[in-house]
Each structure stands twice: as C-alpha cells, then as structure tokens.
Nanobody, 114 residues
Framework: VQLQASGGGLVQAGGSLRLSCAVSGGIFMLGSMGWYRQAPGKQRDLVATITGGGITNYADSVLGRFTISRDNAKKTVYLQMNSLKPEDTAVYYC?????????WGQGTLVTVSS
C-alpha cells in the first residue's frame, strides 16, 4: 500500500494550492484520511481529517481557509488551501487508515512567501 502526495510548491501569501494524495497498492478498506504538517524544528501537527462518511475536522489555525475532501472511488484525499500565510510553510503529509493501520505519504513541501 502506498500513499502518493502531490501539489506542493511555492506560492505568495494570499495565494492558493491544492494538495492531493492517492492510495494504491491492493485491495483494502479505507478509513479516515487526513493531512498533517511539520514546519522546520517543530513537531508534526494535524491540519485536517475526514472520515469515510465525510465528517471533517480542522485545526483552528486553518479553519475557514482550508478545505479537506475525498473521492472514495479514486481513493484520494484533497486539501484545498486558500489565503495562504507564511506560517503555513511546512512539509505536508497525508495520512490514511488502511484496513485499520495508519499509513503515511512521503510529504510534499509547501512554501509561502511574504
């Protein structure tokens, strides 16, 4: 089972990016999915999660600016990031519960310039 994240890059403050993470590699049950981020010198923190039924949860710092969604048929989770701020700069990791086990993607770097 693999999680492949994409969509990171360099953007100016106030701009937008959309991250994607596709799960592949076999027949499995896909549970909750989410995004976490880790800034340099800091711990990895939750950004947003979404259950299989579409219930979402967001960190206070991104509420109203980021939107998480998923396409169960494509086994893909998305993170639409709007009104980006320099403090959003981090490596973003996708996470998914695959047949009950937590799996992580490789991370994608998001850099927001001021």
């Amino acid at each position: 089972v693999q999680l492949q994240a994409s969509g990171g890059g360099l953007v100016q403050a106030g701009g937008s990016l959309r991250l994607s993470c596709a799960v592949s590699g076999g027949i499995f049950m896909l549970g909750s999915m989410g995004w976490y981020r880790q800034a340099p010198g800091k711990q990895r923190d939750l950004v947003a999660t979404i259950t299989g039924g579409g219930i979402t949860n967001y960190a206070d710092s991104v509420l109203g600016r980021f939107t998480i969604s998923r396409d169960n048929a494509k086994k893909t989770v998305y993170l639409q990031m709007n009104s980006l701020k320099p403090e959003d700069t981090a490596v973003y990791y996708c996470n998914a519960y695959v047949s009950g086990a937590a799996r992580w993607g490789q991370g994608t770097l998001v850099t927001v310039s001021s």
